[in-house]
């Protein structure tokens, strides 16, 4: 079974700094899909970032980027120049291909002023 | 914002009844999934309809069932409701061709809660 598991329930970060969001997952399959959702407090789900395991290269997204490490079956988000906006639970999730999605239990991040 | 809607918004029920939750996929999209959210916690797949039919599944009691219809837009029924179903319950449409899946769109969620 696949699971994700985020080690970090609250994080906090200067408006303007940079700062990484950690997920780990465990999987015995080659191809899969790994994302970053964001959920503000309005509820609705967000795609952050979608990366596929066959690709070698980090995706972007202006100034959320992540650290794929395929091996070590790592998944981090880094979000760069931090905006209030980005205040939120972040979700790190793995879909298998035509399968369900599994999501961690979520990382709670506040940006200050 | 997603085309993804959901209704309703709040919905507020009692032990032992039933309730039917309303899910339009955004255009273009031909399959639909379904999560509980429990407050907290990360959403928990429920199941998975593509072209009608139910695609997947994860580890829900069948008084949980659902419906895909022509236009792609979905129910989700729950019967006999308990006070663990109180959770918000999202729903999120993509794109399913073949051996490849696109992304999922998530609704705003209808928060459910059964006293």
């Known amino acids: 079974a696949q699971t994700v598991t985020q080690s970090q329930p609250e994080m906090s970060v200067q408006e303007a700094e940079t700062v990484t969001l950690s997920c780990t997952y465990d999987?015995?399959?080659?191809?899969?899909?790994l994302f970053w959702y964001k959920q503000p407090p309005s509820r609705q789900m967000i795609l952050v970032i979608r990366q596929e395991a066959y690709k070698q290269q980090n995706a972007t997204e202006n100034r959320f980027s992540v650290n794929f490490q395929k091996a070590a079956k790592s998944f981090s988000l880094k979000i760069s120049d931090s905006q209030l906006g980005d205040t939120a639970m972040y979700f790190c999730?793995?879909?298998?291909?035509?399968?369900?999605?599994?999501f961690g239990a979520g990382t709670r991040l506040t940006v200050k002023p | 914002e997603t085309g993804v809607t959901q209704s309703p918004t709040h919905l507020i029920k009692t032990r032992g009844q039933q309730v039917t939750l309303r899910c339009s996929s955004q255009?273009?999209?031909?399959?639909v999934s379904w999560y509980q959210q429990a407050l907290g916690q990360g959403p928990q797949f429920i199941f998975q309809y593509y072209r009608e039919e139910e695609n997947g599944r994860g580890n829900f009691p069948p008084r949980f069932s659902g419906l895909q219809f022509p236009n792609y837009s979905s129910e989700l029924n729950v019967n006999a409701l308990e006070l663990d179903d109180s959770a918000l319950y999202l729903c999120?449409?993509?794109?399913?061709?073949?051996?490849?899946?696109?992304?999922?769109?998530f609704g705003p969620g209808t928060r459910l809660t059964v006293l």
């Open positions: 999987t015995s399959e080659s191809n899969y899909y």
């Open positions: 999120a449409s993509s794109y399913l061709a073949g051996p490849s899946t696109d992304t999922q769109y």
């Open positions: 255009s273009g999209h031909n399959t």
């Open positions: 999730a793995f879909m298998k291909l035509n399968n369900d999605m599994r």
